[in-house]
């Protein structure tokens, strides 16, 4: 039994060498493909947008201070 | 876009495997009917329970789950995957995974993402907790494989992570054989499980 696997569409993508680094730096810690960090970036991003649209507020907490702080997206 | 897979069942009743399919995808109408079938159901349960005088500690802890809000909360995400297991007609099972934003914390594997499984639950008929004789089994365990199978085609490699109901500790700790965290004091101090891709590669052997 395996979970199904959708279609897939490929991409060319242009990266500088400091966002080349980025990624491959993600790829290396997460131990996951460039592909797969992309894909991650892009859900965390489709969710952030979808809920700032709702009027909704990013925020980090410190986790011993609890100190928040909004994160600014454009 | 659903994709549906094969999978069998145990018919506790027949005492043999029958086909269900494992749906990855599940359409608003799929939820909504599996929550128009399972509530009254539960509902004529719990009122059993109650006028049986079954202690409340006993009571299904998921009862106040409701899958269409879940269903509706989390459509629009990329990040959100609803996976059902339909068998005779009905919704044997569901499960919420969430495949973005979780990271492992078994030190081992820290940091590294899995698939976090917001909310499983088999129909109320096939809960051995509810009734004296449950429908099927293995509804819970295919839910897991389908999680592990999603960590796997996420380059996971199976790693998936949960918060269990108290009812459901020792089934994860025991059947699963995934590693107990403790409570977390973030999310009602419910336990935290884990399983590692050893742990994922043992329960599909």
Redesign the interface.
């Known amino acids: 039994m395996e979970a199904g696997t959708q279609s897939r569409k490929t991409m060319t993508l242009n990266l500088t060498e400091a966002e080349m680094k980025a990624l491959d730096d993600l790829s290396a810690t997460k131990d996951i493909s460039k592909t797969a960090v992309l894909r991650q970036a892009l859900r965390l991003y489709q969710m952030i947008e979808v809920r700032m649209a709702r009027g909704e507020k990013l925020f980090f907490e410190h986790d011993i201070t609890k100190e928040k702080a909004e994160l600014m997206m454009i | 876009?659903?994709?549906?897979?094969?999978?069998h069942l145990k018919d506790r009743g027949a005492g043999r495997f029958v086909e269900a399919n494992?749906i990855?995808?599940l359409t608003r109408e799929d939820v909504e009917k599996a929550d128009a079938d399972w509530k009254p159901f539960l509902d004529e349960q719990i009122k059993r329970m109650e006028s049986t005088g079954i202690p409340k500690h006993k009571w299904p802890q998921h009862r106040h789950w409701n899958w269409r809000e879940k269903y509706d909360a989390t459509e629009?995400?990329?990040?959100y995957?609803m996976?059902g297991i339909e068998c005779q007609s009905q919704m044997q099972g569901l499960m919420l995974a969430l495949?973005?934003?979780k990271n492992s914390q078994i030190a081992s594997q820290r940091?590294?993402?899995l698939v976090y499984v917001h909310f499983l639950a088999a129909a109320p008929w096939n809960l051995a907790s509810i009734v004296a004789e449950p429908r099927f089994s293995l509804v819970g365990s295919?839910l897991v494989?389908?999680a592990i199978?999603?960590s796997i085609?996420?380059?996971?490699?199976g790693r998936i992570g949960l918060h269990s109901l108290p009812q459901s500790d020792d089934w994860y700790r025991k059947t699963c054989g995934m590693t107990d965290l403790g409570p977390d004091q973030t999310v009602e101090n419910l336990r935290y499980f884990e399983m590692t891709p050893e742990q994922a590669s043992e329960f599909l052997r």
């Open positions: 876009m659903s994709v549906t897979s094969l999978v494992l990855d995808g629009e995400y990329l990040a995957r996976f495949t973005a934003g940091g590294r993402p295919i494989a389908a199978h999603l085609e996420e380059e996971f490699q």
